[in-house]
């Protein structure tokens, strides 16, 4: 390791004051912008070059704590003098997100100051300037996993040191996607808030296991008592799912990019990459010749993909076309009919002797429809796929999809189809409606936590 990057490993804390002058600096900044990043009020041009001249002079006092990022802090500069001197326009900071490139550096401990003008996923949808101190998250065992059979030379897991109010938020995704540019660039990485995930689903899992009297196995017991190690078993988790979206038999792409599609569709993709996780980690667990440290995790990831997705993904959020959510129902309803989950008693149970083979079968049901779609029309392979949801969850009674295709517009576009899907064409069970009121306090209370609030 260089000097250079010992000193960066050691960084700086959340109460630098540079740092806690750069993030004043930006929230008060965020007060004057409109929902498309510029300052359209002339009158508060001068309140906002006063705050874009301390954003600049804070950058260039944190920059030696950060050499490893020298030539993304010296462009960031850049932009912003440049959106300044231009009369706070529409911000485009291309020339600072190109150089920013994290995924080149995954070293355990690396700080980063991000500071861009960006709209954050689960947050905010304004491209307001915002600043995050994060640090980087990346065990030897993922570091071995990624120099694998897990090659994803795009994912950088990350944890939180602190933030301005567009992370106070849900949002556990730092996407270069999100940023304020002139020109959409090839996206090389893409970061994940890991201590988040880790700490709202201990939160989360703790509170459902005492509602629904479930006792948990030893390996989700360390979970809820250890938040780095569950930091870690998320990591893994999201190495192996991040790198399936564009892997196997895939319907040309599942994402149908710029395309509006059904929403059971999305929820059929990401729960496709959850279960290849889980598939994967069933295979690692079981490798005598893999790493130990793998191994464990691999056991624990399994817990962490059925508790997340049937306690959190289920129940949170709106219930308008929330995919994920309904990821959560289908994978629960699915081992509830494959009598491995059971409530009975008013009491919830596994059998976790069979419950992965269980969950290996959802998984190559939908393995099976994506193979078989590569040789179907695209509403064809709609129908199928709502086929496969609607055989397990139930539908609104009032859809017209669950009707049947003799119900549907199959002679127009596809945006006709769509269009008659209900905003919550899959709704809560009895169980669900129940659970969700207890729980949702406590899914309310993890809006901006982090793994240190959660210690």
Same mark, same amino acid.
């Given at each position: ?67 490893h ?10 932009d ?52 995050v ?50 020109q ?22 703790? $509170?459902? *296991?005492? =509602?629904?009297?479930? +006792? ?9 008592? @250890?938040?780095?190690l /569950? ?99 289908l ?6 009919q ?17 419950? $992965?083979? *269980?969950? =290996?079968?959802?998984? +190559?049901s ?7 779609s590569? @040789?179907?029309?695209? /509403? ?34 596809p ?36 793994g240190?609030?959660?210690?």
């Amino acid at each position: 390791m260089t000097e250079a990057l010992t000193t960066a490993v050691a960084g700086i804390s959340a109460r630098n004051e540079d740092w806690l002058r750069l993030k004043g600096a930006a929230t008060a900044l965020q007060a004057l912008q409109a929902q498309d990043g510029s300052v359209p009020e002339a009158g508060n041009h001068p309140e906002a070059s006063r705050q874009v001249s301390a954003i600049v002079d804070a950058i260039e006092a944190l920059a030696p704590a950060f050499p490893h990022d020298a030539a993304y802090l010296d462009a960031l500069r850049q932009d912003f003098s440049v959106w300044a001197a231009g009369g706070f326009a529409v911000p485009d900071f291309l020339a600072s997100l190109l150089a920013f490139q994290p995924q080149q550096q995954r070293q355990d401990g690396l700080q980063h100051l991000v500071v861009f003008p960006m709209y954050t996923q689960n947050g905010s949808s304004h491209r307001l300037v915002e600043a995050v101190l994060i640090e980087v998250i990346w065990p030897e065992f993922i570091a071995g996993l990624e120099a694998g059979d897990y090659s994803n030379k795009l994912f950088v897991p990350i944890r939180f040191l602190d933030f301005t109010p567009g992370y106070d938020t849900n949002s556990a995704v730092l996407f270069p996607e999100t940023v304020a540019v002139s020109q959409t660039p090839t996206f090389t990485w893409g970061a994940i808030f890991a201590d988040r995930e880790a700490a709202r689903f201990r939160r989360v899992l703790k $509170a459902a *296991a005492d =509602i629904t009297s479930l +006792e948990l196995p030893p390996g989700a017991a360390e979970l809820l008592a @250890d938040q780095d190690l /569950t930091e870690a078993t998320f990591v893994m988790w999201d190495l192996i799912h991040d790198r399936t979206h564009m892997r196997g038999d895939l319907p040309f792409d599942p994402f149908m990019i710029k395309q509006r599609m059904p929403y059971f569709l999305y929820s059929l993709e990401e729960l496709r990459c959850d279960l290849t996780a889980f598939r994967e980690s069933v295979r690692i667990e079981k490798d005598d010749d893999a790493d130990p440290q793998a191994r464990r995790h691999a056991k624990l990831v399994q817990y962490a993909i059925i508790f997340d997705r049937i306690f959190r993904f289920a129940i949170t959020g709106s219930r308008v076309r929330n995919y994920d959510g309904l990821g959560g129902q289908l994978l629960f309803a699915w081992l509830h009919q494959q009598h491995v989950l059971h409530w009975t008693d008013t009491r919830l149970t596994i059998d976790w002797d069979e419950v $992965a083979d *269980a969950v =290996i079968a959802l998984g +190559e049901s939908i393995d099976e429809l994506y193979w078989r779609s590569i @040789d179907r029309p695209k /509403t064809a392979h709609w129908l199928a796929a709502y086929q496969l949801v609607s055989a397990t969850v139930t539908p609104n009674p009032a859809s017209v999809w669950a009707k049947g295709p003799d119900a549907l517009p199959l002679t127009g576009t596809p945006r006709g189809l769509t269009d008659q899907v209900l905003d919550d064409e899959f709704p809560l069970s009895m169980f669900y409606e129940a659970l969700e009121k207890k729980m949702r306090p406590v899914i309310d209370s993890t809006a901006g936590i982090t793994g240190r609030s959660a210690l």
